[in-house]
């Protein structure tokens, strides 16, 4: 039998290298733990009074107050929150730029055409909350129910038009893949965010809209728009009397406008770490959990590698939808 041998001489590489490890990790966790030393700018791609505006603003100060240090937010509007989402990828991943991401930035992968690339340009960070979307009509309109809205629809095809927060959305899908199933045919306007388009349904300037939560459930309380379906499988706390789109009758039509934290690609896995802890905490306090059902939104953490997973499912989820009703890349 043999056996090998070690002198001194051929194990002192191994040594430099654990010594220089050594040397490096107080380094790294001191880093980490001093993180962040400035304020942290939280991209929105949608105006104020979004969906993700609202949700941010709430997120952000709790993370501001528990990290000692601002979370501004920097609110991008437009082209269905895609220039939010490039200055995001294009952003130092220093860990000082974040930005929310909401089901748009799934379906804007197959209905846009983008400088960045989806899978690669970003960093899952958290997951942060599920937002139903909801049917919602003017009250000044004689409809009351989803099945009354489509009767409307075919006996006026091309005539009842349906706002959203900008081409190739959730929202413009969802109305397209709804218009498919019951046989309707509607016409399309585009707004650059989803407030913007809710003050459109109450003007008149569009008939209906499948909004987020939080710009439509203030004007369904004060009576001015009213709501006729939620898009998710249960009822919304926040707005019980609301049926969803399964009791309405139409079976198999579910959608949520999930939002999360992204960051730019190459970010310090520590800083990601850091940031996700403290949302797992944040997302099940009492207070934050009740100030986002108030907004119209419903907490719900997710890891960093679990929002990926997400968001990748929705990517080839909502690419199929866009390929079915004939959206193509813009």
């Not at 056996?3 to 654990?18: A, F, G, M, Q």
């Not at 009351?144 to 409307?152: F, G, N, R």
């Not at 209906?208 to 939560?213: E, Q, V």
Request: net charge positive; glycine share 10%; proline share 6%.
């Amino acid at each position: 039998m043999h056996y090998v041998t070690e002198s001194r001489n051929d194990r002192k590489p191994w040594l430099r290298v654990i010594s220089v490890a050594a040397l490096l990790l107080p380094d790294a966790v001191c880093a980490a733990q001093s993180y962040p030393s400035r304020p942290i700018r939280m991209i929105v791609g949608s105006g104020p009074g979004s969906a993700p505006d609202t949700l941010a603003r709430i997120v952000g100060q709790r993370l501001g107050e528990d990290l000692g240090q601002q979370f501004v937010v920097d609110n991008r509007a437009g082209a269905t929150g895609t220039m939010g989402a490039k200055l995001l990828a294009t952003a130092q991943p220093d860990g000082y730029t974040l930005g929310i991401a909401s089901a748009a930035f799934a379906t804007t992968a197959s209905t846009m055409s983008l400088t960045y690339d989806v899978r690669k340009d970003f960093q899952a960070v958290a997951g942060i909350a599920s937002v139903p979307l909801i049917l919602v009509m003017s009250t000044t309109s004689e409809v009351t129910s989803v099945s009354a809205l489509v009767a409307l629809a075919k006996s006026r095809p091309g005539k009842v038009n349906y706002a959203s927060p900008g081409a190739g959305g959730l929202q413009h899908l969802v109305t397209e893949g709804f218009s498919q199933m019951v046989g309707i045919s509607m016409v399309h306007v585009p707004y650059k965010s989803g407030a913007l388009a809710v003050t459109a349904v109450v003007g008149g300037e569009a008939q209906l809209f499948f909004s987020g939560m939080p710009p439509a459930l203030p004007l369904i309380n004060q009576g001015r728009l009213r709501g006729l379906a939620v898009t998710t499988l249960k009822r919304f706390p926040a707005a019980p009397n609301v049926p969803t789109m399964q009791e309405a009758g139409y079976k198999g039509f579910e959608a949520d406008n999930w939002h999360g934290i992204m960051a730019p690609a190459k970010i310090s896995g520590a800083h990601v770490t850091r940031i996700n802890q403290l949302l797992s905490k944040v997302l099940e306090t009492p207070d934050i959990k009740q100030k986002f059902l108030v907004v119209g939104g419903e907490a719900q953490w997710s890891s960093g590698a679990d929002f990926g997973k997400l968001v990748n499912a929705e990517i080839e989820r909502w690419a199929k939808v866009a390929n079915a009703v004939g959206i193509k890349p813009q």
